[in-house]
Nanobody, 121 residues
Framework: QVQLVESGGGLVQAGGSLRLSCAAS????????MGWYRQAPGKQRELVAA???????NYADSVKGRFTISRDNAKNTVYLQMNSLKPEDTAVYYC???????????????WGKGTLVTVSS
């Protein structure tokens, strides 16, 4: 199994910054893509940003130019630097990883429990 643990959420004023981290642990053989999703109250979970093991990135249009995703493959950790935060960024942020364990023949999706980000106006 693979465990994902997020950290770095909290309360911030509009225009402020936060940095989320997500560390993967367990019987990991390899990790392909890692990413961040978010779910606001009453809304569906949506992709915020994703990054492949090779460093290719993908962002939701709503966060382009404000958020930056990065990863440290040696530490199995993904980060999300969030700048110029807006009240509409308020949500629970979930870490996702497509990982293969040492006993599996193929990878599968794993999810963290989420960290709350609240942006006040």
């Amino acid at each position: 199994q693979v465990q994902l643990v997020e950290s770095g959420g909290g309360l911030v004023q509009a225009g402020g910054s936060l940095r989320l981290s997500c560390a993967a642990s367990g019987s990991i053989f390899s990790i392909n893509a890692m990413g961040w999703y978010r779910q606001a109250p009453g809304k569906q979970r949506e992709l915020v940003a994703a990054i492949t093991s090779g460093g290719s990135t993908n962002y939701a249009d709503s966060v382009k130019g404000r958020f930056t995703i990065s990863r440290d493959n040696a530490k199995n950790t993904v980060y999300l630097q969030m700048n110029s935060l807006k009240p509409e960024d308020t949500a629970v942020y979930y870490c996702n990883a497509e990982a293969r364990t040492v006993v599996a023949l193929y990878g599968m999706d794993y999810w963290g429990k989420g960290t709350l980000v609240t942006v006040s106006s």
